[in-house]
């Protein structure tokens, strides 16, 4: 079992950026693809972002491309999603995921844990 932990979260305005960060406490994801997903109120789950267990491959939904960055730092066990440019419509419950199997994966089913999610909010 790996159990994720999202921080990084917050309140800002239209515009601004913020940075998530993922952690797995005692364990170690470097074999893991990973991934970010959100989720809006009364919305299905979607994909954010991905990458591969070395970094060298990254995925993006399209409504984020050229505005969200999705990296890994393996030696330290953490995946950052930065957030730039940010709308009203990327407020969501932000989730990260591990994926057994080093690809960049874009569905929820190839996710086999889940972090308990971190609030971003954008405010108009």
């Known amino acids: 079992q790996v159990q994720l932990v999202e921080s990084g979260g917050g309140l800002v305005q239209a515009g601004g950026s913020l940075r998530l960060s993922c952690v797995a406490p005692?364990?170690?994801?470097?074999?893991?693809?990973m991934g970010w997903f959100r989720q809006a109120p009364e919305k299905e789950r979607e994909f954010v972002a991905a990458?591969?267990?070395?970094?060298?491959?990254?995925e993006y939904a399209d409504s984020v491309k050229g505005r969200f960055t999705i990296s890994r730092d393996n030696a330290k066990d953490t995946v950052v999603l930065q957030m730039n440019s940010l709308k009203p419509e990327d407020t969501a419950v932000y989730y990260c995921?591990?994926?057994?199997?080093?690809?960049?994966?874009?569905?929820?089913?190839?996710?086999?844990?889940w972090g308990k999610g971190t609030q971003v909010t954008v405010s108009s």
């Open positions: 005692g364990r170690t994801f470097s074999s893991y693809g």
């Open positions: 990458i591969t267990w070395l970094g060298g491959h990254t």
């Open positions: 995921a591990a994926a057994h199997g080093t690809w960049a994966f874009t569905t929820t089913r190839a996710y086999d844990y």
